[in-house]
């Protein structure tokens, strides 16, 4: 790897710069399409991708009642409450974008309410872009959290009383499979 003068030779400087490239490549790459693999065997074992997003807003609504009712002066709790909660939501938005509303679109072709909840999704980052903005110990950072708990407890009635329910109708096992692994790979992309 080194030279007679103690440097780095080039063969052993792209060696280095190599094997970089395929960790870096590899950390980016293996994640999403080890998490789809999962998605499809769960899927497969009778667990579905609509059970995963189910859960997801349980966890979600529950950060959210969190935040808005933790007090003032809790500025690191609301600071890592609200991180939890828009890496989460993050990575549920990426997945119901992604994968579900264009099913919603396309297979049930409901173009209005694929474009709606898009819309809402839309709100929500508005009032988490406010929530980030806003300092945690101002009074009036509950308020946005509590907007925002508002907003998304009425998405989650749309999509869990109506939503799902015609998608499940609509695809057969195996789409059900396929789905199930799309959502867990996009989940999966963000880090």
């Known amino acids: 790897m080194t030279d007679d003068t103690g440097w780095i030779s080039m063969r052993g400087l792209a060696a280095v710069a190599g094997g970089a490239a395929a960790a870096l490549l590899a950390s980016r790459l293996l994640p999403p399409l080890v998490a ?3 998605g499809s065997a769960r899927a497969a074992a009778g667990t579905d991708a609509f059970e995963a ?6 966890i979600i609504l529950s950060l959210l009642d969190r935040m808005e009712h933790s007090p003032n002066s809790a500025v690191l709790h609301r600071t890592q409450l ?6 989460r939501l993050s990575a549920h938005a990426m997945a119901e974008e992604d994968v579900i509303y264009p099913l919603l679109h396309d297979r049930a072709h409901e173009k209005s309410d694929a474009l709606h909840l898009y819309g809402e999704h839309a709100e929500m980052k508005i009032l988490i872009h406010a929530l980030e903005r806003t300092p ?3 009074p009036g950072w509950s308020g946005i959290a509590r907007d925002l708990r508002i907003l998304i407890e ?6 869990e009383e109506v939503e799902f329910p015609k998608l499940r109708h609509l695809l057969d ?5 396929r789905m199930s692994g799309e959502v867990q790979r996009e989940k999966a992309l963000i880090l």
């Open 173 to 177: 096992r195996k789409e059900i499979v």
């Open 36 to 38: 789809q693999a999962t």
């Open 136 to 138: 945690k110990d101002d």
């Open 53 to 58: 997003l189910i859960h997801d807003h349980r």
């Open 154 to 159: 009425g998405h989650v009635h749309q999509e």
């Open 82 to 87: 609200f991180l939890r909660l828009k890496r």
